[in-house]
T-cell receptor, first 118, second 108 residues
Framework: EPEVTQTPSHQVTQMGQEVILRCVPISNHLYFYWYRQILGQKVEFLVSFYNNEISEKSEIFDDQFSVERPDGSNFTLKIRSTKLEDSAMYFC????????????????FGAGTRLSVL | DAKTTQPNSMESNEEEPVHLPCNHSTISGTDYIHWYRQLPSQGPEYVIHGLTSNVNNRMASLAIAEDRKSSTLILHRATLRDAAVYYCIATYGNKLVFGAGTILRVKS
């Protein structure tokens, strides 16, 4: 069964450093998402991406964050200057379609990258 | 997206059915009801979704009230592998808004 793949599984970085989290969405999917989950808290939407553009972003997704689809398979989340509060699990997801609510909008999630900012 | 309300936790015995309720009294006519679950140390996983009619798939059944203000996720025979946080999300748009969900504990 096709799956969303995220690398690395765990990233440790120093405060102020840049990190890039990588995701390989399901191959025929067109819509991509990043979510994060701080330890013990809810899963929070960060950004959705389609056709090389951001479709929607949350208040969390400030100028320190950026997303990119550098080639036909990868989807990346960059944090320019990490803060302690960026420590969280980051989940990538993909779906066939964006807005219909139906089968095409089912989102498939990766296993996540645990980001630890020291 | 409509606000959803779920019990904080529920407990079930293995091999017994589990009914997980969700209230979404402010749901709009175009909002679908989605259920996802999150097993320990994993990403969220799609379970089932529906609009108005009851739905069945290999994982679960979804019963939707006639007025659509509530729904129930039914696991027909809970196993230890079903222990997870279950999220009910009412949405039409391109993002999933997760609440705290219901922690399901399954006893052997």
């Amino acid at each position: 069964e096709p799956e969303v793949t995220q690398t690395p599984s765990h990233q440790v970085t120093q405060m102020g450093q840049e990190v890039i989290l990588r995701c390989v969405p399901i191959s025929n999917h067109l819509y991509f998402y990043w979510y994060r989950q701080i330890l013990g808290q809810k899963v929070e939407f960060l950004v959705s991406f389609y056709n090389n553009e951001i479709s929607e972003k949350s208040e969390i997704f400030d100028d320190q964050f950026s997303v990119e689809r550098p080639d036909g398979s990868n989807f990346t989340l960059k944090i320019r200057s990490t803060k302690l509060e960026d420590s969280a699990m980051y989940f990538c997801a993909s779906s066939e379609f964006l807005t219909s609510g139906g089968d095409e909008n089912i989102q498939y999630f990766g296993a996540g990258t645990r980001l630890s900012v020291l | 997206d409509a606000k959803t309300t779920q019990p904080n936790s529920m407990e079930s015995n293995e091999e017994e059915p589990v009914h997980l309720p969700c209230n979404h009294s402010t749901i709009s006519g175009t909002d679908y009801i989605h259920w996802y679950r999150q097993l320990p140390s994993q990403g969220p996983e799609y379970v089932i979704h529906g609009l108005t009619s009851n739905v069945n798939n290999r994982m679960a059944s979804l019963a939707i009230a006639e007025d659509r203000k509530s729904s129930t996720l039914i696991l027909h025979r809970a196993t230890l592998r079903d222990a997870a946080v279950y999220y009910c999300i009412a949405t039409y748009g391109n993002k999933l808004v997760f609440g705290a969900g219901t922690i399901l504990r399954v006893k052997s």
